[in-house]
Every structure is written in C-alpha cells, then in structure tokens.
C-alpha cells in the first residue's frame, strides 16, 4: 500500500478519442511522475511535474499532456488516442528530492488503457 | 538507453539464492530497484547512488560498480514472497530532474 491512488483502473476507448487519468498522491509528496507501460515491458517515463509544473519529459508527442495541482494530485491527458496508447500508465509520486535527498518512488496501481 | 537486466527469468526453490544484473551504457547517478506482482504497482525495494555502495534490506541487498556501470541484486534464502517481476530502474548524470530508465525486467518464481 503506497498511498497512492489512480482511477480508473480500466477503460476501454476508441481510436481518435482522448482520456484523463488522475492520480491521487502520497501525502507529503510533491512530485509526480506518469509512466507508460506497454505488456511484458518496462515503465516508460513520460514526464514529471514539481510544484505544478512540468520539468522534465520523455520522448512521448504533446498529445500526451499533463496537469498537477495545488494538493499536488495530477491529471494525464492523451488527445487522439492510437492503438499503441493501448498500455497501464502508472502514476509515481515522490519526495521534495532538493529538500529531503529521497528519490525513491511510490506507484500507483495503474489504469489500464485499452484503445479499439 | 534502456538498460540490460539478465537474466529474464529464474525460477528458485524456497530457500535458494538469485542474482540479478543490471547494465547500462550511460554514466549512471543512481540505480533503483523495484518488484512488480502481477496486477500490482511496482514497489521500491533500494536505491542506490554513485559511489559504488551496497545496500541491504532484510534478505535483499544490492551492489553499484560505477566504473562499469553495473547493478547487481542479491536474493538470500528466497521465499514465496519474493516471486514477481524485478525491473531495474537507471537515472543518468546531470538531466535536472529524475527520470528513470527500466530495464525489461527479471521474473522470478519461488516454489515451495
């Protein structure tokens, strides 16, 4: 149990649609980070966000957009949605790594996204 | 640069020992690991920095080699608990924020 909380856990969309997944973070945490992963794979880093802004992203197009608020939970939007966004996003929340030096992260459960 | 893990699965019995590697090609600032249940979110298991350090917790421990870039996880005495999917996670040198690179990960399965 992380503390860290993502809905919905499954949805299933058709190509060209968008969705918003949240995230719900671990008290005490500032920082989120969103993942990609695909079946089989390895969690793909998609970007993170630090007191509400964005400040670092992988190597996913703008369709893929996110939001974080001021009680740090966060949104992933992904616009025009594609058969390969078929994947569970993982959302990971973190410390203040400036201010604490802890880097580890705590996931959430996911939300599995299927694209038709 | 994706890193390296090997090897891709194991299967031990309860009681028995495993190591898995981590290789990356990059210069390295720190080497986390986590295990994956099926169904489950991935949980941090240790962190490990530049420095070439080796930290434990309880029957797992792990090692950094800076020089070459390596991460090794060591699991003494298995238990059923342990079975899951290991991924090493990479961050490199000087990005100014954490990304993490995870290898395609290490299945493991413990059997009575």
């Known amino acids: 149990e992380t503390g860290v909380t993502q809905s919905p856990t499954h949805l299933i969309k058709t190509r060209g649609q968008q969705v918003t997944l949240r995230c719900s973070s671990q008290s005490g945490h500032n920082t989120v980070s969103w993942y990609q992963q695909a079946l089989g794979q390895g969690p793909q880093f998609i970007f993170q966000?630090?007191?509400?802004?964005?400040?670092g992203r992988g190597n996913f197009p703008p369709r893929f957009s996110g939001l974080q608020f001021p009680n740090y939970s966060s949104e992933l939007n992904v616009n025009a949605l594609e058969l390969d966004d078929s994947a569970l996003y993982l959302c990971?929340?973190?410390?203040?790594?400036?201010?604490?030096?802890?880097?580890?992260?705590?996931f959430g459960e996911g939300s599995r996204l299927t694209v038709l | 640069q994706q890193p390296v893990q090997s090897p891709q699965a194991v299967i031990l019995r309860e009681g028995e020992d495993a190591v898995i590697n981590c290789s990356s090609s990059k210069a390295l600032y720190s080497v986390h690991w986590y295990r994956q249940k099926h169904g489950e979110a991935p949980v941090f298991l240790m962190i490990?920095?530049?420095?070439?350090e080796q930290k434990g917790h309880d029957k797992i421990s792990a090692s950094f080699n800076e020089k070459k870039q390596q991460s090794s996880l060591y699991l003494t005495a298995s238990q059923l608990s342990y079975s899951g999917t290991y991924f090493c996670?990479?961050?490199?040198?000087?990005?100014?924020?954490?990304?993490?690179?995870f290898g395609t990960g290490t299945r493991l399965l413990v059997s009575p």
């Open positions: 966000y630090y007191r509400e802004e964005e400040n």
């Open positions: 990971a929340s973190s410390f203040d790594r400036i201010r604490t030096g802890r880097g580890e992260l705590f």
């Open positions: 490990l920095l530049k420095g070439g």
């Open positions: 996670g990479t961050e490199g040198m000087n990005t100014g924020f954490q990304k993490l690179v």
